[in-house]
């Protein structure tokens, strides 16, 4: 059992897309390695989906460009968001329960940052490594 919550181990520098951002510009991002999806949000910073890189390919898989579609297009609605006071255990049980790989995190339904099953295990795991810098 872990006794942390989202706010101890979220990503508090969240890239998320507009409504209106097109598709190219989607995969674009996603294709800089750092992201495999992002949270989409409103005009006040509300998640209101998550677009990855499979509703990318759905896309292409339909004959459509990707300048022609648009994250609210194409995006999963009703994303599963927690508080930032969301136990890390229910993290984990959410994400294993709906195959999902990073759930955002709001307040006062404001994107506040994201975990990722990435962040837990770092947040859970010693390394056994050190980075030396000699001058």
């Known amino acids: 059992m872990i006794k942390k919550t989202a706010k101890d181990i979220m990503n508090k520098i ?17 294709l800089s390695g750092m992201y495999s999806g992002l949270p989409v949000v409103d005009d006040n910073g509300k998640v209101i989906g998550i677009v990855s890189e499979f509703d990318l390919l759905k896309v292409i898989k339909n004959g459509k460009a990707l300048e022609q579609v648009t994250a609210e297009e194409i995006m999963s609605k009703n994303p599963i968001c927690v508080s930032e006071n969301t136990s890390v255990d229910e993290i984990i049980d959410l994400m294993t329960k709906h195959n999902i790989i990073r759930i955002p995190i709001i307040r006062n339904d404001v994107l506040v940052g994201v975990v990722s099953r990435c962040d837990i295990l770092s947040s859970i795991v010693e390394p056994e490594f050190v980075t030396v810098f000699a001058d």
């Open 14 to 30: 969240v890239t998320a897309a507009k409504k209106k951002t097109i598709g190219r510009d989607l995969a674009v991002k996603l």
